[in-house]
């Protein structure tokens, strides 16, 4: 089951530059779109979110984008620190469908 | 801020043991889930509890497993007899209305 992928599993970025994590997914029916971090020995944390309503949603440095043609969304992080450096996790729900596909997940490190 | 809490945060059993898996999520949510994370691999769906009941379960979880939430704010796990492939990091998580999950810090199951 690969409705969701990441690629590049991990990413290495100096701190202040930008940090672009990709996401595909293969099932149309999904309309709602979520980025999580996950440190070490901890659950993953909500970031950010978009519904499929939308091609953009920004957070202070986070920044989702959505394009549905091509069933791409990607997360930018502008300016990048070293407490970024975790693990990326895209994820994404269809309206009625109470669960979460999850992708494998990227690994990010922010060199200081 | 409230937060999703599992108990134990690590437990070991022998192949075959029944062991319940312990989380308390956010008091005024209304959906709980458990998932689960294998070394190296995606966060996986196992279940979907609302209304007390059910309301959606994905392939892993067979008749070995089973969730209940006894007294309105425990929700705990069984997995009744274990075999070597439920080792895993199990996620407990929660949500409102809207569809962020808040996650557990997880309990690391280890099966000998």
């Known amino acids: 089951d690969q409705q969701v992928k990441q690629n590049s599993p991990s990413l290495s970025v100096q701190e202040g530059r930008i940090s672009i994590l990709n996401c595909d997914y293969t099932?149309?029916?999904?309309?709602?779109f979520l980025w999580y971090k996950k440190y070490p020995a901890e659950g993953p944390t909500f970031l950010i979110s978009?519904?499929?309503?939308?091609d953009k949603n920004e957070d202070g440095r986070f920044t989702v984008f959505l394009n549905k043609s091509a069933k791409h969304l990607s997360l930018h992080i502008v300016p990048s620190q070293p407490g970024d450096s975790a693990v990326y996790f895209c994820?994404?729900?269809?309206?009625?469908?109470?669960?979460?596909?999850f992708g494998k997940g990227n690994q990010v490190v922010v060199i200081p | 801020e409230p937060e999703v809490t599992q108990t134990p945060s690590h437990q070991v059993t022998q192949m075959g043991q029944e062991v319940i898996l312990r989380c308390v999520p956010i008091?005024?949510?209304?959906?709980f889930y458990w998932y689960r994370q294998i070394l190296g691999q995606k966060v996986e769906f196992l279940v979907s509890?609302?209304?007390?009941?059910?309301?959606?379960k994905s392939e892993i979880f067979d008749d070995q497993f089973s969730v209940e939430r006894p007294d309105g704010s425990n929700f705990t796990l069984k997995i009744r007899s274990t075999k070597l492939e439920d080792s895993a990091m199990y996620f407990c998580?929660?949500?409102?209305?809207?569809?962020?999950?808040?996650f557990g810090s997880g309990t690391q199951l280890s099966v000998l």
């Open positions: 998580a929660s949500r409102p209305r809207d569809e962020k999950l808040f």
């Open positions: 099932n149309s029916m999904f309309d709602y």
């Open positions: 978009i519904s499929s309503i939308k």
């Open positions: 994820a994404a729900s269809a309206l009625g469908n109470n669960r979460l596909a």
């Open positions: 008091s005024n949510h209304l959906y």
């Open positions: 509890f609302y209304n007390n009941e059910i309301s959606e």
